[in-house]
């Protein structure tokens, strides 16, 4: 695995198993509680941010298995990676898109934890296995940006969860 990529993974890691500790220490009445109506509970978001990784891990899993050739990285695409990011980093809420917007009511959390632990080992093995040259090619769709580069994606995926880190913590307290 390419070292900026292993760097990602970390990062990603150190995410993962941190919210899931969370919400797994905190009793159930926090796990569950729904501060308004409309709003996620911990476990909800525990949730979704699982969904979003399935959704990535399964779109890249998809695209690799096609054999289609990926597109060169483009200006264009810098730029909406650049502002997709730098929108996920301002403390304004953003409705999820619908592929990862509904969450269950009641929410098993040990099944999520086991479920998001299953496609990050998924995601390991994608790259362990991407080749280098391909690293600067547009392999996966995020439905507001458009095509994203595997190091973009990956950037994507930090940056979705940091979006989420004071919610989750709100929600806990």
Known sequence: ????????????????QEFSEWVVNAP??????????GQWSAAQLLYHLAQVDQQVI?????????GKALRPVRTSTRIKSFLLNLFLRLPIKFK??????EVPEQVEVP??????QDMRARLHQILLSYPEHQLDKEIFFHPRSGMLTLPQTLRFMVEHTEHHR????RLLS
């Open 1 to 16: 695995m390419q070292a900026h990529l292993h760097a990602f993974f970390q990062q990603l890691e150190q995410q993962r």
């Open 28 to 37: 159930d009445s926090r796990q569950h509680h729904v501060p308004q109506p």
């Open 58 to 66: 399964l779109g890249l899993e998809k695209r690799l298995a096609s």
């Open 96 to 101: 999820a898109p619908p592929a990862v917007r």
């Open 111 to 116: 099944e999520v934890v086991q479920q998001w």
């Open 166 to 169: 004071r919610q989750m913590k």
